[in-house]
């Protein structure tokens, strides 16, 4: 398997601007997460999926944000309006079920910069 | 207070030399611990977890668990230009969430 693939790997947009970020999980994993990482407030649970279901989104951190998973193979994130401060380094990841010994595999993220 | 708590260093030894990286947490229900080690412009991946108090060890590397008083250690032994990275800390919520650390930047001087 190839992973959990994430695009694009680099996105750098104006404020304002619509941003899209795409992820697809590893075949067979049934809960996806989306995660941001910056220096200041390190990696953050965003929101999670299982069985293609929302079930947990408070850490989405306004209504520019949102996230869908129409299917089992892809997910999005999107921001709109985008902002300088939504600058960061956005993962997806995804396990097997979800406990202390389910191993969540990180994609190699979206750096995003808002200009 | 951050439910999860871990100095972001940065962290610099020399080749050879014995790593402690540390965590605090906050909530005593929580029983499960990771460690994930992160490269520079990668994703995170799981290192070791542990579940509830001890030790747990993986060749070089050795997960430590202290419920009493809530800390969270990894030692590296006989360390690595290779294990120049990013080291998080996690603890598994009862929500099905892992609540990281803001991760310890460790640099293993040749």
């Known amino acids: 398997d190839a992973g959990v693939i994430q695009s694009p790997r680099h996105e750098v947009t104006e404020m304002g601007q619509e941003v899209t970020l795409r992820c697809k999980p590893i075949?067979?994993?049934?809960?996806l997460f989306w995660y941001r990482q910056t220096m200041m407030r390190g990696l953050e649970l965003l929101i999670y999926?299982?069985?293609?279901?929302?079930?947990?989104d408070s850490g989405m951190p306004e209504d520019r944000f949102s996230a869908k998973m129409p299917n089992a193979s892809f997910s999005t994130l999107k921001i709109q309006p985008s902002e300088p401060r939504d600058s960061a380094v956005y993962f997806c990841?995804?396990?097997?079920?979800?406990?202390?010994?389910?191993?969540?595999?990180f994609g190699p993220g979206t750096r995003l910069t808002v200009l | 207070q951050k439910e999860v708590e871990q100095d972001p260093g940065p962290l610099s030894v020399p080749e050879g030399a014995i790593v402690s990286l540390n965590c605090t947490y906050s909530?005593?229900?929580?029983?499960?611990f990771m460690w994930y080690r992160q490269y520079s412009r990668k994703g995170p991946e799981l290192l070791m977890y542990?579940?509830?108090?001890g030790n747990k060890e993986d060749g070089r590397f050795t997960a430590q668990v202290d419920k009493s008083s809530k800390y969270i250690s990894l030692f590296i032994r006989d360390s690595q230009p290779s294990d120049s990275a990013t080291y998080l800390c996690?603890?598994?919520?009862?929500?099905?969430?892992?609540?990281f650390g803001s991760g310890t930047r460790l640099s293993i001087r040749p």
């Open positions: 990841a995804s396990s097997f079920g979800t406990s202390g010994t389910n191993e969540q595999f």
């Open positions: 075949s067979g994993h049934d809960y």
């Open positions: 999926f299982n069985n293609n279901v929302p079930i947990d």
């Open positions: 909530n005593s229900a929580f029983q499960y």
């Open positions: 542990t579940y509830s108090s």
């Open positions: 996690g603890v598994y919520s009862s929500a099905s969430k892992i609540i």
